[in-house]
């Protein structure tokens, strides 16, 4: 079972931080042979969903606001749960979140190419050409907004 919280960058822990760091270093710097600077500017600002089994952080990703619109990104499962539904619980808590904080706003996000049929499945639309982003090849794709919950 998958125990989720749901933080501010100010709220993490050191040790919750740490473990972030570790993942998406692990997860798009090494598995993915791209050297770029992971950690950004953006982590200040952004709401973090973290997902953890007993002490182990098995998903991640951030929300954030950007040019007038919700996105997210750094959506990750560590590979040890990968095909056992985390991803797809994952997409339901970043959904949830930008329904409680983001009601009303469009979503639009830049998923890496190999992503666009998962992102599809939670009503994702492609929108424009494929572009290159750290390394790798992305597409932006686009959701109508999510309404509050009620």
């Known amino acids: 079972m998958i125990k989720w919280h749901i933080s501010t960058f ?23 042979n791209r050297p770029y600077q992971e950690i950004d500017a953006i982590d200040p600002v952004a709401c973090h969903v973290l997902g953890f089994q007993g002490d182990r952080l098995v998903a991640y990703a951030r ?4 040019d007038g619109h919700t996105t997210f990104g750094r959506v990750l499962t560590i590979p040890e749960v990968r095909g056992q539904g985390v991803g797809r ?7 949830a ?3 409680r904080h983001y009601a009303g706003e ?10 666009r049929g998962f992102y599809e499945k939670f009503g994702y639309h492609a929108l ?17 907004a999510l309404r509050m919950a009620e």
């Open 106 to 115: 469009s979503i639009s996000i830049e998923a890496q190419i190999d992503k």
């Open 89 to 95: 619980q994952l997409m339901g808590q970043i959904e």
């Open 63 to 66: 929300i954030f606001r950007e």
């Open 128 to 144: 424009g050409a494929v572009f290159d982003f750290n390394g790798s090849p992305h597409i932006r794709m686009d959701k109508a």
């Open 10 to 32: 100010d709220d993490l822990s050191g040790k919750e931080l740490y473990k972030v760091a570790y993942e998406r270093i692990r997860t798009f710097v090494v598995a993915q």
């Open 97 to 99: 979140e930008i329904q």
